[in-house]
T-cell receptor
Framework: GAVVSQHPSWVICKSGTSVKIECRSLDFQATTMFWYRQFPKQSLMLMAT?????????EQGVEKDKFLINHASLTLSTLTVTSAHPEDSSFYIC??????????????FGPGTRLTVL | KQEVTQIPAALSVPEGENLVLNCSFT??????LQWFRQDPGKGLTSLLL?????REQTSGRLNASLDKSSGRSTLYIAASQPGDSATYLCAVNNAGNMLTFGGGTRLMVKP
């Protein structure tokens, strides 16, 4: 099956620093990648959708200047949390699909990255 | 806007019991519905995917049903085991391949 990896799996950083999280599709070219955030004991919330070579589409309430998404190739998307603060501490999960976006094809999920901001 | 609700939020059962997890959604215009498992601190594992044209899917001890017109899906787990303990998430796929997740059901199966 299709495999999606994330790096790092966990990161601890100081308040005010920036953190980059990578999401890679290992054995397929992802037309679209998604970034989700999950706070403790809550469900996943979609943050943004990114297509290779174009700007990401952010969900309402997600600051695009704070959460920078770069989808530079068909196998790599990065999420950079800029000037991180403790309230940004969360579990970030990416997913990828290689199908037609309007056809509702399966999303394949990465293992997640736990961010802790001190 | 699609809303997905899962009931119950938490469930504790003795080993061996058959159990049903419920998922309801407000907008029936969906492409498919997925059930996921999430272990604490881990990513998602896809369990079953039901296309909008299907009524159910089975994998081992798991059976998921879909009633699109009434906006409901159930995940049936037969002969539960302690290893089934996890959070189960239901997610609905609407237009544009956007997934909307339910709040999850936290399952504990006691030996």
């Amino acid at each position: 099956g299709a495999v999606v990896s994330q790096h790092p799996s966990w990161v601890i950083c100081k308040s005010g620093t920036s953190v980059k999280i990578e999401c890679r599709s290992l054995d397929f070219q992802a037309t679209t990648m998604f970034w989700y955030r999950q706070f403790p004991k809550q469900s996943l919330m979609l943050m943004a959708t990114s297509n290779e070579g174009s700007k990401a589409t952010y969900e309402q309430g997600v600051e695009k200047d704070k959460f920078l998404i770069n989808h530079a190739s068909l196998t790599l998307s990065t999420l950079t949390v800029t000037s991180a603060h403790p309230e940004d501490s969360s579990f970030y999960i990416c997913s990828a699909t290689f199908g037609e976006i309007l056809r509702g094809d399966t999303q394949y999920f990465g293992p997640g990255t736990r961010l802790t901001v001190l | 806007k699609q809303e997905v609700t899962q009931i119950p939020a938490a469930l504790s059962v003795p080993e061996g019991e058959n159990l049903v997890l419920n998922c309801s959604f407000t907008d029936s215009a969906i492409y498919n519905l997925q059930w996921f498992r999430q272990d604490p601190g881990k990513g998602l594992t896809s369990l079953l995917l039901i296309q909008s044209s299907q009524r159910e899917q089975t994998s081992g001890r798991l059976n998921a049903s879909l009633d699109k017109s009434s906006g409901r899906s159930t995940l049936y787990i037969a002969a539960s085991q302690p290893g089934d303990s996890a959070t189960y998430l239901c997610a609905v796929n609407n237009a544009g391949n956007m997934l909307t997740f339910g709040g999850g059901t936290r399952l504990m199966v006691k030996p």
